[in-house]
């Protein structure tokens, strides 16, 4: 048979994502390099049958969901290739996982900042294809800042480069940022060169703040861009993530109507941010060391806890801007009364992201509330997705966010670059713009 004439390990089995979305390809193949990957697109290009690329599976918008694809798994190609200390990157294969890379440049004095809070399951090449965020992107943003080249295997099965390991380069258009944040529906990537940076050599402090309610967190958040001051991180769990935190996850968090925020500063910032927080809080503790390790932890731990407690979770990541968080959080309360559901938030406040989590086990209208959610960052100047992505799940609100902020003409711009790269529409169809475009 023509497949395992190609040579390279397969299997077949159906997998699911994070969110549930079904996986089930017709195989499942495990390249070890980018040859590998080459002679896979191009046997699928032949046939035109669908490739879905699986980094971890962590997707949270269904971006890896497929019915007869071809799954590429890119579990082997895991290696590093080379950390630069003087020209301050590292470069290595998609494959690696984000902590076990940063666990390496830490070794080193170094760290590559975006830390989604999946950063123990997911593989950079995941994170760079959904230009993922996290905790840290208040200060360092997302995964798009921090991507300098790329090889990516093109859908007819060339593989190219993209970009430099430079901080500086006019050369021609900017194909790294097309490439970054594709969602695999432009070529698979299998190197990558990340800017690396030092190690703060300040003393980090974390604030455990439990909050009077949400309304005073976006009024800290406020306080501090007043202040100009910048925090590592600032996130935000209401009381519904610290019960989830401590029945699934044992966290010994205290219960708090208002919920907490974690605040890491660095030490000179810490008497303005107790002026911020005086008026806001309920009560303080400062951490350091393991203890603040352990609330990081358990920050990047709760929609493992959350998720635990339905059969199905959609985390939801809309981003407006800082000064219309207030704002935000009022709709989304009503929201919750319109439709008598529970919304537990976590958000990475700091830049304005919010998580509302819709947990449901038979819930008919669940996407209408996604959608509605979505709406409210639509109409508030934000978008309907700040750090996780697009995939099937909000290519509807994305078209109505393009057609009302940019216009319907950028929404074509964008599906023509889809069909000039990938005429045979073989990667990853039906999902981001090609969906969007069509439910315009
Ligand atoms: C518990 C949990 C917490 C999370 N927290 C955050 C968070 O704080 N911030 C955030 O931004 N996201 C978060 N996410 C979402 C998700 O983990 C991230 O977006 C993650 O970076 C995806 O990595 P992955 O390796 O699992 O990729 P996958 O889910 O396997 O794939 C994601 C997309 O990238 C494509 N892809 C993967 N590898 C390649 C490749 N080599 N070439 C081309 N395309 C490729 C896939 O086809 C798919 O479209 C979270 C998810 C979970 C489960």
Same mark, same amino acid.
């Given at each position: 048979?023509?497949?395992?004439?190609?040579?390279?390990?397969?299997?077949?089995e159906e997998r699911?994502?994070?969110?549930?979305?079904?996986?089930?390809?017709?195989?499942?193949?495990?390249?070890?390099?980018?040859?590998?990957?080459?002679?896979?697109?191009?046997?699928?290009?032949?046939?035109?049958?669908?490739?879905?690329?699986?980094?971890?599976?962590?997707?949270?918008?269904?971006?890896?969901?497929?019915?007869?694809?071809?799954?590429?798994?890119?579990?082997?190609?895991?290696?590093?290739?080379?950390?630069?200390?003087?020209?301050?990157?590292?470069?290595?294969?998609?494959?690696?996982?984000?902590?076990?890379?940063?666990?390496?440049?830490?070794?080193?004095?170094?760290?590559?900042?975006?830390?989604?809070?999946?950063?123990?399951?997911?593989?950079?090449?995941?994170?760079?294809?959904?230009?993922?965020?996290?905790?840290?992107?208040?200060?360092?943003?997302?995964?798009?800042?921090?991507?300098?080249?790329?090889?990516?295997?093109?859908?007819?099965?060339?593989?190219?480069?993209?970009?430099?390991?430079?901080?500086?380069?006019?050369?021609?258009?900017?194909?790294?940022?097309?490439?970054?944040?594709?969602?695999?529906?432009?070529?698979?990537?299998?190197?990558?060169?990340?800017?690396?940076?030092?190690?703060?050599?300040?003393?980090?402090?974390?604030?455990?703040?439990?909050?009077?309610?949400?309304?005073?967190?976006?009024?800290?958040?406020?306080?501090?861009?007043?202040?100009?001051?910048?925090p590592e991180i600032?996130?935000?769990?209401?009381?519904?993530?610290?019960?989830?935190?401590?029945?699934?996850?044992?966290?010994?968090?205290?219960?708090?109507?208002?919920?907490?925020?974690?605040?890491?500063?660095?030490?000179?910032?810490?008497?303005?941010?107790?002026?911020?927080?005086?008026?806001?809080?309920?009560?303080?503790?400062?951490?350091?060391?393991?203890?603040?390790?352990?609330?990081?932890?358990?920050?990047?731990?709760?929609?493992?806890?959350?998720?635990?407690?339905?059969?199905?979770?959609?985390?939801?990541?809309?981003?407006?801007?800082?000064?219309?968080?207030?704002?935000?959080?009022?709709?989304?309360?009503?929201? *919750?009364?319109? $439709? /008598? !559901? &529970?919304?537990? +938030?976590?958000?990475?406040?700091?830049?304005?992201?919010?998580?509302p989590n819709i =947990?449901?086990?038979?819930?008919?209208?669940?996407?209408?509330?996604?959608?509605?959610?979505?709406?409210?960052?639509?109409?508030?100047?934000?978008?309907?997705?700040?750090?996780?992505?697009?995939?099937?799940?909000?290519?509807?609100?994305?078209?109505?966010?393009?057609?009302?902020?940019?216009?319907?003409?950028?929404? *074509?711009?964008? $599906? /023509? !670059? &889809?069909?000039? +790269?990938?005429?045979?529409?073989?990667?990853?169809?039906?999902?981001?713009?090609? =969906?969007?475009?069509?439910?315009?």
């Open positions: 048979m023509e497949i395992e004439s190609l040579g390279i390990e397969y299997s077949k699911q994502d994070f969110s549930g979305f079904k996986v089930n390809p017709s195989f499942i193949f495990y390249p070890k390099n980018e040859h590998d990957v080459a002679k896979i697109v191009k046997f699928a290009n032949n046939h035109k049958i669908p490739i879905v690329v699986w980094g971890a599976g962590t997707s949270l918008t269904g971006a890896v969901s497929c019915n007869g694809c071809i799954l590429i798994d890119m579990k082997y190609m895991n290696n590093i290739i080379e950390i630069n200390d003087v020209d301050w990157y590292v470069r290595v294969q998609p494959g690696i996982n984000l902590e076990f890379l940063n666990k390496k440049l830490m070794e080193k004095g170094f760290f590559l900042p975006p830390d989604p809070a999946s950063f123990f399951l997911c593989t950079v090449g995941g994170a760079t294809s959904n230009s993922s965020g996290g905790m840290r992107g208040v200060k360092y943003g997302t995964f798009r800042d921090w991507v300098l080249a790329l090889k990516v295997v093109l859908p007819d099965g060339n593989i190219v480069k993209l970009g430099e390991p430079l901080r500086k380069n006019r050369a021609g258009y900017d194909l790294v940022n097309l490439f970054v944040g594709s969602e695999g529906t432009l070529g698979v990537i299998t190197e990558i060169w990340f800017r690396i940076t030092p190690l703060p050599r300040e003393k980090i402090l974390t604030v455990l703040a439990y909050m009077k309610d949400l309304e005073s967190a976006a009024n800290v958040i406020i306080g501090l861009r007043k202040g100009k001051i910048i600032s996130e935000y769990m209401d009381n519904n993530v610290i019960k989830a935190l401590n029945k699934n996850l044992n966290a010994g968090l205290e219960e708090s109507e208002g919920g907490l925020m974690l605040i890491s500063i660095e030490e000179k910032y810490l008497e303005d941010l107790k002026a911020i927080l005086r008026d806001n809080s309920t009560k303080i503790i400062i951490a350091e060391g393991e203890e603040a390790e352990r609330l990081y932890s358990i920050r990047a731990q709760s929609a493992i806890a959350l998720r635990a407690e339905a059969k199905n979770m959609f985390v939801e990541d809309i981003v407006v801007p800082v000064s219309k968080l207030p704002e935000a959080i009022l709709r989304l309360r009503e929201i *919750e009364s319109k $439709y /008598k !559901i &529970k919304l537990p +938030i976590v958000s990475h406040i700091g830049d304005g992201n919010l998580h =947990l449901f086990d038979e819930m008919s209208n669940a996407q209408e509330v996604f959608e509605e959610i979505a709406r409210i960052a639509i109409e508030l100047g934000g978008s309907v997705s700040g750090e996780h992505g697009i995939g099937e799940q909000k290519a509807k609100v994305m078209a109505e966010q393009i057609k009302s902020h940019n216009g319907e003409e950028v929404l *074509e711009i964008m $599906y /023509k !670059i &889809k069909g000039l +790269i990938d005429p045979n529409n073989i990667m990853n169809p039906g999902k981001y713009v090609e =969906l969007a475009y069509k439910l315009r």
